[in-house]
T-cell receptor, first 115, second 111 residues
Framework: EPEVTQTPSHQVTQMGQEVILRCVPI?????FYWYRQILGQKVEFLVS????????KSEIFDDQFSVERPDGSNFTLKIRSTKLEDSAMYFC?????????????FGNGTRLTVT | KQEVTQIPAALSVPEGENLVLNCSFT??????LQWFRQDPGKGLTSLLL?????REQTSGRLNASLDKSSGRSTLYIAASQPGDSATYLC??????????FGKGTRLSVIA
């Protein structure tokens, strides 16, 4: 069964450094998402992306964050200058259809640790 | 704004027992509700999606129901097994908001 792939599985970085988290969504999917989960907290929405542009973003997704689909397969999340509170599990997700009635498929996540 | 709550936060049952996990949501104009499983340190595996026009969905030993009027969904697991031990998350979509998650119920099935 096709799946969403995320790399790396674990990233350790120092505060103030830039990180890029990578995702390969399922190939025929059109809508792409980033969510994060701070340890012990709820899974939170960051941003959605469709037709090469951001369609929605949360208040968490400030100027330090950006997303890009540099080619036909990859979808990246960049954090420009990491803070300690950015430490979390970051999940990429994709769905096939325009309707919200298509299920969201998640990757296994990238655990980001900022020291 | 959609809020999703899951009670209890943790549940421990003996193997073989049937069990129900509860999820409540505040916005009854929900498009769909999706149940996920999360193993420790892992991603989210989609279990079932119930559309607003449906009352329930079944997959194997899992049955999920949706009652929009009461703002509730349940996930029924029949004949639980130790391999069912995981955190179960429900998440709803309403209006133009993306998927909103509950905090999950951590299930332990004891052999």
């Amino acid at each position: 069964e096709p799946e969403v792939t995320q790399t790396p599985s674990h990233q350790v970085t120092q505060m103030g450094q830039e990180v890029i988290l990578r995702c390969v969504p399922i190939s025929n999917h059109l809508y792409f998402y980033w969510y994060r989960q701070i340890l012990g907290q709820k899974v939170e929405f960051l941003v959605s992306f469709y037709n090469n542009e951001i369609s929605e973003k949360s208040e968490i997704f400030d100027d330090q964050f950006s997303v890009e689909r540099p080619d036909g397969s990859n979808f990246t999340l960049k954090i420009r200058s990491t803070k300690l509170e950015d430490s979390a599990m970051y999940f990429c997700a994709s769905r096939t259809g325009i309707s919200y009635n298509s299920p969201l498929h998640f990757g296994n996540g990238t655990r980001l640790t900022v020291t | 704004k959609q809020e999703v709550t899951q009670i209890p936060a943790a549940l421990s049952v003996p193997e073989g027992e049937n069990l129900v996990l509860n999820c409540s949501f505040t916005d009854s104009a929900i498009y769909n509700l999706q149940w996920f499983r999360q193993d420790p340190g892992k991603g989210l595996t989609s279990l079932l999606l119930i559309q607003s026009s449906q009352r329930e969905q079944t997959s194997g030993r899992l049955n999920a129901s949706l009652d929009k009027s009461s703002g509730r969904s349940t996930l029924y697991i029949a004949a639980s097994q130790p391999g069912d031990s995981a955190t179960y998350l429900c998440a709803g979509v309403s209006g133009n908001t993306p998927l909103v998650f509950g905090k999950g119920t951590r299930l332990s099935v004891i052999a």
